[in-house]
């Protein structure tokens, strides 16, 4: 799966299944159900979560097949290797950096643009950071 696929591909694709959880949590929800783990969209930790998914199934799971059926630690080289790079790029978002390009893939799966507008200071004048504003493009 996209555990061991490259940062950028293993981001959308985390972010497009975590999405279909909160969509599970949201129908849970109005049905008057406990919501799943991982499906309560106002309680989500994704980089914790998905580091703990790496670092307790997907890596053990592929150390596992690695012991059974590569005695030349091919997987070791590969698979493992990408996922424990994950693991430090999900780090790295937990400590605070890369949240903007996770937004911005996460509205990239949602089929919104991504636009930066300037951020206003309390005057009413531009301030030198920009602010950003999603709009929706049309599915024409």
Request: charged letters at 25%.
């Amino acid at each position: 799966g996209h555990a061991a696929k490259e940062w950028s591909i293993h981001l959308k694709w985390t972010l497009r299944v975590q999405q279909e959880f909160w969509e599970q949590g949201d129908a849970e929800m109005l049905l008057g159900l406990p919501q799943s783990p991982l499906c309560d969209r106002s309680n989500s930790d994704i980089p914790a979560n998905q580091t703990g998914f790496l670092k307790y199934v997907a890596i053990p799971l592929f150390s596992l097949v690695q012991e059974a059926h590569d005695p030349f630690r091919v997987l070791q080289e590969t698979i493992i290797s990408v996922c424990t790079k994950n693991i430090d790029c999900w780090v790295t978002v937990k400590e605070g950096h890369r949240r903007e390009q996770i937004l911005e893939d996460w509205l990239d799966t949602q089929k919104v643009k991504w636009r930066p507008t300037p951020k206003r200071d309390c005057s009413g004048g531009e301030a030198a950071a920009g602010s950003n504003e999603a709009e929706e493009t049309s599915a024409h």
